[in-house]
């Protein structure tokens, strides 16, 4: 997992459209600048925007050699409780299908064609994200927030989609822990969800980074569990810390550098996603195609053999 600054996460090109999994984190305390770092402003766009303009345009540049399908959704965690933020349906529930992989059940997903369309439903699910006032932030964000690309490629001219490739592009914005906050009531019930979660995130780093441990304790929080696929598993993951300046907040920028630490040392292996029906069709067409070619190599052969052997022969009777 690396961990880097927001105008250096960018891969050329993205790794999502050569069918990896890939996650970007936020994560600081509060008033440090996660969501600005996240979505910026019109005039100085954040990752989020800027990413889905290379993707997007990548994808509609005349020389991209493979046809895109792109869905985009958003979650959020709340008093963990999972809620679907561009169609404002919530306590959803997170479930593993067959071939183990988590998903949301009964998550709105959206075609998007363009930055600008996806940047638009973005922004108003953000509108929706739970928000409240504390000591330190007016605007404090009280969840965390997943943005989720769902990428499928296919190879031009392959109308058997053997080339076909699927692939998650994952943007978290992690809420803050509630240290020097000031909250009670609501907000004090809302940071302490905020607190266990990003605790039982802290252990899965922890888990992760040990080695070859079988029991990684995903299931301790719904964020853990919807990242699965993210820690230490199939993605190329990058982490950005937001620091704060002030004097007064240099326990919780320690803090925010300890757990961006824990982080780093968590060991990812992406590996491309194609089906395996996809993927076994594709090995055998390569495996007909070869015997064929040996097929017609051997019968050249004993072509050439014959039309050589056939005078000589004929050259020996006569002789005798």
Do not use: W
């Not at 064609?113 to 928000?131: C, D, F, N, P």
């Amino acid at each position: 997992m690396r961990v880097g600054a927001s105008r250096s996460v960018f891969y050329s090109p993205p790794p999502p459209l050569q069918g990896f999994n890939s996650t970007i984190f936020a994560y600081g305390q509060t008033g440090s600048g996660k969501t600005y770092t996240m979505m910026g402003t019109i005039d100085d766009p954040g990752v989020t925007p800027r990413l889905f303009a290379d993707l997007l345009s990548s994808i509609a540049s005349p020389g991209f050699p493979k046809t895109a399908h792109v869905t985009a959704s958003m979650t959020e965690i709340h008093n963990e409780k999972v809620n679907d933020l561009l169609t404002a349906r919530s306590d959803l529930r997170i479930r593993e299908n067959e071939s183990q992989t988590v998903f949301v059940d009964g998550l709105s997903e959206f075609v998007v064609e363009t930055a600008a369309v996806l940047t638009k439903l973005i922004s108003e699910g953000q509108e929706r994200r739970a928000v409240g006032k504390t000591k330190v932030n007016e605007h404090s964000s009280r969840s965390h927030t997943v943005v989720t690309l769902n990428i499928t490629l296919v190879r031009a001219n392959d109308p058997e989609r053997l080339s076909e490739t699927r692939s998650k592009l994952h943007l978290v914005d992690l809420s803050e822990r509630s240290g020097k906050a000031g909250t009670k009531g609501e907000r004090l019930k809302e940071g302490a969800h905020i607190n266990l979660s990003l605790s039982a995130l802290g252990n899965v780093f922890n888990a992760l980074a040990c080695g070859h441990n079988p029991n990684i304790p995903y299931r301790g929080s719904k964020l853990a569990r919807l990242l699965q696929d993210s820690l230490g598993g199939n993605s190329v993951a990058v982490m950005l810390l937001n620091l704060s300046s002030a004097k007064a907040s240099c326990a919780e920028s320690l803090s925010a550098l300890r757990f961006g630490e824990r982080a780093k040392l968590v060991k990812n292996s992406a590996t491309m996603n194609i089906d395996p029906v996809a993927a076994k069709a594709a090995e055998l067409r390569l495996e007909n195609i070869a015997e064929g070619q040996d097929r017609e190599a051997r019968g050249a052969h004993r072509g050439v053999g014959a039309v050589v052997l056939a005078p000589h022969t004929c050259a020996n009777k006569g002789a005798g």
